[in-house]
T-cell receptor, first 112, second 114 residues
Framework: GENVEQHPSTLSVQEGDSAVIKCTYS??????FPWYKQELGKRPQLIID?????GEKKDQRIAVTLNKTAKHFSLHITETQPEDSAVYFC???????????FGSGTKLNVKP | NAGVTQTPKFQVLKTGQSMTLQCAQD?????MSWYRQDPGMGLRLIHY???????DQGEVPNGYNVSRSTTEDFPLRLLSAAPSQTSVYFC?????????????FGPGTRLLVL
């Protein structure tokens, strides 16, 4: 099955700085890559996603890039704010097969 | 519109006991799934269903059973609980048609097996 690796496991940045989280995947057939944010004690919530036919997608301060050749994708958060502090998970999926594989998570701490 | 709901929020079991975690959604989603979340390991797929009467195994199905008799409900059964099943369990659902891939998660059930 698919193997998704996520780095770093923890990331500490100063408010206003940028944060980058990286994921690699093993199955070249994967075609959908969502990112989830999970606050302490809460459910994961989708923040942005990208399909394999797109190289980059942006939504305000959040962007995701995908390199299919290298099989990696990254989450970029600009102008970080304390409320961005949470655990972020990447995932990879072959949507047709209905299985989602998650990375191990990155705990982001934004210091005021 | 309640979205995805789960009961109970928290449960303590003794080794060998059985129980059912409930999951329901009111969005008429075809796809429903169960994940477990353990520290440092992200979410791992236990079982999933693409419609009533159809279920399939995910990454870590051993020790768990599921059934899908209606579109709305997707219960997860632990037949004989073991300490290794201590975890937080999330149910999720999504539409499978119309190019919509977003998964919506329930609030989770925290399970402790002694």
């Amino acid at each position: 099955g698919e193997n998704v690796e996520q780095h770093p496991s923890t990331l500490s940045v100063q408010e206003g700085d940028s944060a980058v989280i990286k994921c690699t995947y093993s199955d070249s057939a994967s075609n959908y890559f969502p990112w989830y944010k999970q606050e302490l004690g809460k459910r994961p919530q989708l923040i942005i996603d990208i399909r394999s036919n797109v190289g980059e997608k942006k939504d305000q301060r959040i962007a995701v890039t995908l390199n299919k050749t290298a099989k990696h994708f990254s989450l970029h958060i600009t102008e970080t704010q304390p409320e961005d502090s949470a655990v972020y998970f990447c995932a990879a999926s072959i949507v047709y097969f209905n299985k989602f594989y998650f990375g191990s998570g990155t705990k982001l701490n934004v210091k005021p | 519109n309640a979205g995805v709901t789960q009961t109970p929020k928290f449960q303590v079991l003794k080794t060998g006991q059985s129980m059912t975690l409930q999951c329901a959604q009111d969005m008429n989603h075809e796809y429903m799934s169960w994940y477990r979340q353990d520290p440092g390991m992200g979410l791992r797929l236990i079982h999933y269903s693409v419609g009533a009467g159809i279920t399939d195994q995910g990454e870590v199905p051993n020790g768990y059973n599921v059934s899908r008799s209606t579109t709305e409900d997707f219960p997860l059964r632990l037949l004989s609980a073991a300490p290794s099943q201590t975890s937080v369990y999330f149910c999720a659902s999504r539409r499978t048609s119309g190019g919509e891939e977003t998964q919506y998660f329930g609030p989770g059930t925290r399970l402790l097996v002694l």
